[in-house]
């Protein structure tokens, strides 16, 4: 009998094993989430010695005067500021500005702690990957300091001439066509040459919202935090350190995040400590979950 036992509960932990929802997607926002500032303001801005104040004021006069789109409108005027610099800026160049960008107090360590947490907490059953989806540039945010935590970064791109020269968009991503992402994370076509609209059934697919956490700092993510929560997923917000809360207390009685913390990423502040909750909470969904597909497979067989 005691060798049954033993044999029933191998099966059941092959089985556990076997249900494919262990992982967990933190899809963060960048700039104002995890850097305070815009990271142009810290890259091509001083390279160029463009004013940030004047540049964002004609930006959204272009957008308003054209009917544009304002993330086209910056990329757009950034572009012609590069062509009439004499400086040489092109794709590896803004790589290599990306080192400049700075962070919230302890963003830097948060990944590994927060890897290790769910290692530890889950003894490796529960996954978690890192994404970013930003309206910022790619070409930056791939020499970040912090890069190498992330699984996939979304972001806008440009298209560079002969001479390395960005000219005009590859890619735009806005704040509505943000969700397009967090779809392909759900549905794990992170391929962006391949469709996402695509039918897929719900059990199929990769990472389920409710296993997805989305952190914004404002307006800009309110598309992405209202489908992560009416999907079953979570979402935060955080406003920098001595900025007033009024944006946030806007986002939190409209039911766009669970809560809201000043953007400290540094141990044992309230971020973390919530955030960790929030964890330990969708770890017992998980295996929850994973006990009901095993139950359900052995029903289909009996």
Sequence with gaps: MAADKGSAKSVTLRHLRDYPHRTIAIVYDFDGTLSPLSMQEYTVFPELGIDPKSFWTEVKAATKANEATEVLTYMRLMAERIAQGSLPIDRSRLRELGANVPYFAGVETWFDRINKFVQEQTSGYVKVRHYIVSAGLKEILEGVSIAKHFHTIFASQYHYDAFGRPTFANRVITDVSKTQYLFRINKGVEDLSLAVNDHMPEEVRPIPF?????????????????????????????????????KCDALFKAGRVDAYFEADYSPNTRLEIFFKGLLKKIFAEIRYDSMLHLFKDHRAGS
């Design 210 to 246: 409710r296993n997805m956490i989305y952190i914004g700092d404002g307006d800009t993510d309110v598309p992405s935090m209202t489908v992560t929560r009416k999907n079953g997923g979570h979402a935060f917000a955080v406003f920098s350190p001595g900025e007033k809360t009024e």
